[in-house]
């Protein structure tokens, strides 16, 4: 069985740019969140959507905004990137939603911004 | 705000010693998580714990969880290299909250 697919894995971008990453869940997964993970900040929650719809979001500027496909799978963007945004992005997904069922994690998209 | 705490934050075990991991959470919640992180590697799930009183066992690491007292732990016993990682445990069924993690070094 297919784990969580992220792409891309590295990429380096520089300031004011922006930034589209892509997540593709476990097939039947419907629930897809992501997370934002720096040294500083440790593991934080940017939002999560089920069936097309963003359901929580963290509380990460408007710079940051995702969506989700009918076929589950997810896109997130970062606008006019800072410094601050280099980190490593991790996607989850869940049969039923965050909280409810175990998530699982792809390899993350390892973002840095200069 | 919820407020996932953990300590400690390092731990240096020594081979073939029990340890013990806290985790503490500021509200309600029902299901706890524990997560493994390799280094530049991503999470690995470890237990789902469900309800109050739940324990769960793998190998060498337990977990439990007491909803009352906000606080789970996860417990090594005869800990071995292979377990040198970043412990996670995260609450909040609606928006995962993770907590900063332990970062466990095994010597010999």
């Known amino acids: 069985k297919a784990g969580v697919t992220q792409t891309p894995r590295y990429l380096i971008k520089t300031r004011g740019q922006q930034v589209t990453l892509s997540c593709s869940p476990i097939?039947?997964?419907?629930?897809v969140s992501w997370y934002q993970q720096t040294p500083g900040q440790g593991l934080q929650f940017l939002f999560e959507?089920?069936?097309?719809?963003?359901?929580n979001k963290g509380n990460f500027p408007g710079r940051f905004s995702g969506r989700q496909f009918s076929n589950s799978r997810s896109e997130m963007n970062v606008s006019t990137l800072e410094l601050g945004d280099s980190a490593l992005y991790l996607c989850?997904?869940?049969?039923?939603?965050?909280?409810?069922?175990?998530?699982?994690f792809g390899e993350g998209s390892r973002l840095t911004v200069l | 705000e919820l407020k996932v705490e953990q300590n400690p934050l390092f731990l240096s075990m020594q081979e073939g010693k029990n340890y013990t991991i806290y985790c503490n959470y500021s509200?309600?919640?029902?299901?706890l998580y524990w997560y493994r992180q390799d280094p530049g590697k991503s999470l690995e799930s470890l237990f789902v714990l469900l309800s109050n009183g739940a324990v769960k066992q793998e190998g060498r690491l337990m977990a439990s969880l007491d909803t009352k007292a906000r606080l789970s732990t996860l417990h090594i016993t005869a800990a071995v290299h292979d377990l040198s990682a970043t412990y996670f445990c995260?609450?909040?069924?609606?928006?995962?909250?993770f907590g900063a993690g332990t970062t466990v070094t095994v010597r010999a």
């Open positions: 509200t309600t919640s029902d299901r």
């Open positions: 995260a609450v909040d069924p609606r928006k995962l909250s």
């Open positions: 097939s039947g997964h419907r629930s």
């Open positions: 989850a997904s869940s049969r039923e939603g965050a909280g409810t069922g175990e998530l699982f």
């Open positions: 959507y089920f069936s097309e719809t963003q359901r």
